[in-house]
């Protein structure tokens, strides 16, 4: 009896192993599905001729789906309206139903990464079909770059254009989608395939809002000169621009306290203020008159609760009105009258004379310097320097004081050292700053050999592209085409230079005019990089060829 016994506890166990054993427990899977979906057959074949049917068929050799159409799936020459796309199982439909092909066309499309597979989304990338409605398969090419004309940089994502007219128009990218497009990779670059013998208008633009159309001076714009007569493979580099705005006008203007008034513009402008509800001309002033800019700030006194201004706009000689409404000025007693040093990050240049700005019209005979104190040296051992000063304008005061290069110093104002044409005071306020020294900035020389006698502008750059300095110069006739500048008191970086070919002799670099058919003018930046170390001369050698 024991010994049966024992044969059932050892039965048991063994059951008991097996049953664990046996457990089901969760699959490693297999490797993870990175192969896109490959083409088995398609009807009818690429680059069929004398197609006349509804629908192209794709057979794939797995299941797939299509995705993001809108921007992905694009159709050369442009239809009226875009055939449908679906999938079906392992196959991709295109539907012409309801709409007519052209004659005696080949037709591209390309599909971008639309076509995926089902299971991991892995797309069929850049697949493309061409097929003709005619007896041949037109084969000519069109390729090139876009870059920024201001900096030469390759732009990406820009669209070309080609417009299939009879006639030449200046409002084609206006109110024409292009019978071809194309849009730029990454580097700039762009292609067209499998295009007729044609004359074609070329154009691009950033086509911010996708409806593929130019809407104007939000976007830029390129354009080729000539219309284009394609017989054989063409390249063709287009410099986009951005159009200066035909029109100036006001955007916004306010005055957020009693006293002073802003007024903000499209663009960049010559403009002469005058008050049309203040009895004195000298109750309104300008802070810089007579200068190109896009804000003006104004100051007034004796005014009413609106102020009404006539804007005349020297460059097109066109008049603007304006109404401001002024704040309380009993609401406006309360704020602090404040300035502001002419220093940059605690420091001030060398040879700059330190300067005070305020925000207010200040009374220019209540100045009292008594109140004033600016030290040097260091936190331990400071040294009084005597001040002496004047008033540049009415906002502005300027101190006639001989500053030490590479020396700290302390300005601190006690109250009552200025006042404002309303009787307020300065509060206590105290700052510290550094002078720079020339050591700290370096000198760069640039012998340069230009190709053609004309006017320039050259230019250092920092690696923002940033203009640091700049000098214009002018090739006559009779001159050398080598030239020598010098740019002084340069921050230690890298800098590049740039050529501006200033073709109208304005000592700036101009953009371009589609209306007037005129391109901007051209930039060459030249691809050595110049290290500028403090206190250190260098010379560099710049060959410009055209």
Known sequence: MQHRFQHIVILSLFLLTCMRCAQVGPLSGGKKDTTPPQLVESFPTINSVNFNGKELVFTFDEYVQVRDLTNQFAVSPKL???????????KIVVDFENMDLLPNTTYRMVFGKAICDMNESNPTENFEFVFSTGDHIDTLEVSGTVTDAANNVPVAGALVGLYQLKKQHDSTPYIYVPNYIARTLENGTYSFKNLPAHIFDVFAFTDKNKNNLYDGEIEKIAFWGPALKLVSDTTIHLSLFQEEATKTFIKHSGSQFYGSA??????????EVTALNITKPSDLFETSPGKEKDTIVLFYKNAPDTLRLLLHYLNSNKNDTIAISIPDPLKSRNKRLSYQLNTTGGTLGVDEKLTMSFQRWMDTSKTD?????????NDSLKTPVS???????ITSYEYNIPLKEGRMYFFRTDSGAFFDIRGMSNDTLSAKFKTRSKV?????TLKILLSKKQSYVIQLINEQSVVVRERSISLSLSSSNATSIDFTGVPPSTYKVRIVFDDNKNNKWDSGNLLLRKQPERIRI?????????DWDIEEEIIEKD
């Open 369 to 377: 310097l008594k109140r004033v104190q600016l030290m040097e040296g």
């Open 262 to 271: 802003e007024i903000f513009l499209n663009k960049k402008s010559k403009v």
């Open 80 to 90: 009226s309206t875009q055939p449908t796309v679906k999938a079906e199982g392992k």
């Open 387 to 393: 001040l002496s000063g004047k008033w540049k304008s």
């Open 440 to 444: 700290e900035f370096g000198k760069v």
């Open 526 to 534: 030249n691809s050595k990089q110049l290290k500028i170390i403090a």
